[in-house]
Structure formats: C-alpha cells, structure tokens
C-alpha cells in the first residue's frame, strides 16, 4: 500500500503494522504535514515515477504535480475574449441606459457610438433645467388663466423639452386639480432638444375652474 500527501504530492509506501502504531495519521518526510492516511490510501505497489497517471484532453492536462489546467495560449484568448463579450452584454442590459445619463461617462460613450455609428439615447436630467420666471394670472377675458414660465438647459448635453405638471391650490391650501402638460401643448412647431445654455418660453391657457384659485405649483416630470 501507498499514499499521497495532499499538500506537496510526495507518495510513500505504507505498512499496516505503520497504521495501527500511527493511528492513521502520517507526517510527510517532504513538508512536513500532517494528514489523514486512511482517506488517502491505495491499494498495489508504489509508482515508479511517482506520479499520478496524467489525464490529458484538448488543450489542457492534469496530473498530481499540477493542480491546475494548463491552457494553450490560444485557448486562454478565446476564454478571455469570451468572457469580456458576456460581462459587456450583461452590463449593457443592466446598466446601459443609465450609463448614457452619466454626465462623467458620456463624453466617452459618445465617442465609441461615433465610431460604432450607434446613437444615444438623448440625456434626461430634470435638475439641470433651470427655472427662470413663473406666473400664473386671469386672462383679459376672466375666462382663463395663463400660465408662464422659462426654462434653461444648464447641462453640457442637449435635453428634450419637459413635461410640466401643473397643480391648482384652493384658499384652504388644498389641491384640488392637476393636469400634465406635454411638450406639444405649449410648444406650437415641432418640438426640438434644447441645446446647452439655450433657453425656452412656456406659455399654457387654463379655462378657469368652478373653485377659486388660492395658489399653484408646478413640476418638471
């Protein structure tokens, strides 16, 4: 009988008369470790070369000196370029559309969709439109209320115009209507980004309620 020490592979032969005085146990003359010889045990002569019988198939072997696949180089740059196509999937399914709204990342992205002739999405950051004015007052007619804001597009990206939530306040300070505004309700020709530092004029015509207007207050969604 033989056995086989785990850490560094070195074989020896092993008597039974060694088991029952060792109590199963066998310190390797190599390293040193110590290790449970009845998991390891094989029945039959020691190995002439002291070695596992090597398993071999492919590009790749094992064998009890290296505990480890041994790769053609061509294989390990199919591998590599296998495994950067999945994570780029995954990440562009995941996280795609919210890394074309980072305002670091981009510029860069801009660039590989240049190259790749691939457009993105346009940027959406309702924080980076400022709000110039607002108004909201009875018309000439007292039929209708009007509604009066400017916006400016502070970011480094062109941005659609947005949509505008409108909400009526009685005098109690409850609200008691709201309407979203689309950008093809207060913009008359076709509607077109907003480019960097560009501004635009906001003008809606509200009938006027049955209740009494006390306030209002809008948002940009």
């Given amino acids: 009988m033989y056995t086989l020490c785990p850490e560094c592979k070195t074989s020896r032969t092993i008597t039974v008369d060694e088991l029952r005085s060792l109590h199963g146990v066998v310190k ?4 040193s470790s110590l290790y449970d010889v009845l998991e390891l ?28 696949l041994n790769l053609s180089p061509t294989g ?34 801009k660039k590989a969709s240049t190259a790749l002739n691939s457009p993105l999405p346009i940027y959406k950051n309702l924080a980076e439109f400022s709000v110039l004015h607002g108004s909201f007052e009875s018309a000439a007619n ?8 400017a916006l400016t597009n502070q970011a480094s990206f062109i941005q659609n115009p947005p949509s505008i939530k409108l909400t009526l306040i009685d005098f109690t300070g409850r609200e008691f209507a709201s309407r979203i505004f689309l950008p093809k309700d207060y913009i008359q020709h076709a509607i077109t980004p907003i480019k960097p530092e560009s501004s635009i004029e906001i003008s809606l015509t509200i009938a006027t309620p049955e209740r009494s207007i006390g306030g209002y207050h809008f948002e940009l969604i």
Avoid: H, M
């Fill in 28 to 31: 390797c003359k190599n390293c």
């Fill in 76 to 109: 390990w740059r199919i591998g590599f370029g296998l495994c950067l196509i999945i994570f780029a999937v995954q990440f562009y399914y995941f996280e795609g559309y919210n890394s074309t709204q980072n305002a670091t990342l981009r510029p860069w992205l």
């Fill in 41 to 68: 045990l094989n029945e039959g002569e020691l190995p002439s070369n002291n070695e596992l019988t090597a398993y071999e198939a492919g590009n790749f072997s094992y064998s009890n000196n290296d505990d480890f």
């Fill in 142 to 149: 007292n039929k209708s209320y009007i509604f009066k804001t």
